[in-house]
């Protein structure tokens, strides 16, 4: 929230340390740089997605065909191990 100039934090968001906080600044940027984005809410989700256009076009097994995929991405700062597949 602002007013006046001044942004106003939660008094209960955990401040977190100088190294972190330059940590998820470079994370954003390259976000933003690559195109890749978080598709939920959901805070146990650990995948991002990054939409990418193909050099030449590809055509599907069911016949159809594009230039556009759709790639996957697993978190790795997630505390917890990754699922098995």
């Not at 190294?19 to 390259?30: C, G, K, M, Q, S």
């Amino acid at each position: 929230m602002m007013s006046g100039g001044l942004t106003y934090r939660p008094a209960n968001r955990r401040k977190r340390p100088l190294w972190a906080e330059f940590i998820f600044a470079l994370d954003r940027w390259l976000r933003r740089r690559q195109g890749v984005f978080e598709y939920t809410h959901d805070p146990e989700c650990i995948f991002r997605i990054q939409l990418q256009r193909l050099r030449s076009e590809v055509v599907l097994s069911d016949g159809t065909f594009g230039r556009m995929t759709k790639r996957l991405t697993y978190i790795s700062g997630m505390s917890r191990s990754p699922p098995y597949l």
